[in-house]
């Protein structure tokens, strides 16, 4: 078979064909590709076949193939005008590419493919594309997959937020817990966005959600309470051992202010120590920390609270749960710690949310795991232009859309 022959039947062409290729010198082949006369071609609009083509053509084009045993391959055509009865005079719609796009449907899924796994500049250097063109690839693909995935039910469902650039942006994603994937990523993090989520969803879909696990700390409950009334709302551990180590945290820096310069360098790097877990100490690790203990004895407390947060979590039986949460929450509130007692007046006005974690244990790890991977997401991707671009790629690597 002839490589144009080849090309062609590879592209399935029906209306077009090539009628020659050329090596380029530096590399690469290049596909010249013209229409076959009497075929009809579509209109660029609508995709219906156009009546007359015009005498009048389109400057040439260039598209990107799927490379052919390593030489890049380039498709080149000058499109064709057309009159659609529909549209009137309209460019023609070409079979092999997407319309804007400058790779063939081909290059195209096999790009979407690895961006699930690489970050867009390996994606870019290993099919020899610029990182713009990855991006509109991955977009294109996730408008494709947003229209044409299947649903299912959601009865389990997580809502977290995740910050692009430190803070300055946040983002609302709500995930389908039991099958550990997003569904849908909305701007900014207030009542609003939740709103949007629930008008989004409809109210049939809305009743089947049984469980919702979200951080007492957002002003989600209101929302929750009006959209989705039967579903239990659960504040899992997750979020709660994240306000207990910020909570340290604040202590800790309190403390830094306060200490005399002459015990400041005792005192630096230490950050670590008191976030670890104490059975990971390695034993110089450990004399440094008693000695840091005797000095900073708020800390101390500080880290024990924290910890003694943390073995609730551990706790069999809701009985045991509930005593263990109100102990901590005596302990919490007369600790004289204005962080803690802080943490202790919210968990107390969530306690119900926070016991039914011991009967459910559905968020275990799941969110935390989510949360995770659109973080390493996010790390992994610099430079996202707009935050179109950044929550195209959290629904292309995390919500399992279907590809075109
Ligand atoms: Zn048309």
Same mark, same amino acid.
């Given at each position: 078979m002839r490589l144009e022959t080849f090309i062609r039947k590879s592209l399935g062409m029906k209306a077009h064909t090539v009628v020659k290729t050329e090596e380029r010198p530096d590399g690469g082949l290049v596909a010249h590709v013209e229409r076959l006369p009497g075929r009809r071609l579509a209109c660029g609009e609508c995709g219906r076949p156009a009546g007359k083509v015009a005498t009048t053509r389109r400057p040439a084009r260039r598209w990107q193939d799927l490379a052919l045993r390593d030489q890049p391959l380039w498709l080149v055509s000058a499109p064709h005008r057309v009159w659609c009865p529909?549209?009137?005079?309209r460019v023609e719609r070409v079979p092999w590419a997407e319309k804007w796009?400058?790779?063939?449907h081909a290059l195209a899924r096999a790009v979407a493919t690895v961006a699930r796994k690489l970050d867009w500049a390996s994606v870019a250097a290993h099919f020899r594309l610029n990182w713009k063109t990855v991006a509109s690839v991955v977009e294109a693909a996730v408008l494709w997959g947003l229209a044409h995935r299947r649903w299912v039910p959601l009865h389990v469902v997580g809502i977290d937020e995740v910050s692009r650039r430190k803070g300055q942006q946040y983002l609302t994603l709500v995930y389908d817990l039991a099958r550990r994937r997003v569904v849908w990523v909305g701007k900014d993090r207030d009542e609003g966005t939740l709103q949007r989520f629930f008008a989004w969803l409809g109210p049939r879909c809305a009743r089947a959600i049984r469980v919702v696990c979200c =951080?007492?700390?957002?002003?989600?409950l209101a929302v929750l309470r009006t959209a989705v009334p039967q579903a239990t709302v659960v504040f899992d551990r997750f979020h709660v051992t994240q306000h207990a180590t910020e909570a340290v945290d604040t202590v800790r820096r309190q403390m830094w202010r306060q200490l005399a310069e002459a015990e400041k360098p005792d005192f630096k790097r230490t950050r670590f120590l008191w976030l670890?877990?104490?059975?990971?100490?390695r034993r110089d690790e450990r004399t440094r920390l008693s000695g840091l203990l005797r000095l900073n004895a708020p800390i101390v407390k500080a880290s024990l609270l924290k910890e003694d947060l943390r073995r609730f979590?551990? =706790?069999?039986s809701t009985a045991w749960a509930a005593d263990h949460l109100r102990q901590w929450l005596w302990r919490a509130s007369h600790s004289r710690l204005e962080p803690f007692q802080k943490l202790a007046k919210t968990i107390r006005a969530h306690r119900d949310g926070i016991l039914a974690w011991t009967t459910l244990r559905v968020t275990n790890g799941a969110l935390e795991g989510m949360n995770n991977k659109v973080k390493g997401i996010s790390h992994r991707a610099?430079?996202?232009?707009t935050t179109w671009t950044y929550i195209a790629n959290i629904y292309h690597c995390c919500a399992e859309l279907p590809l075109p």
């Open positions: 529909q549209c009137g005079l796009q400058r790779v063939t =951080d007492m700390w957002r002003p989600y670890k877990n104490p059975a990971n100490l979590w551990a =706790d069999r610099f430079g996202f232009r």
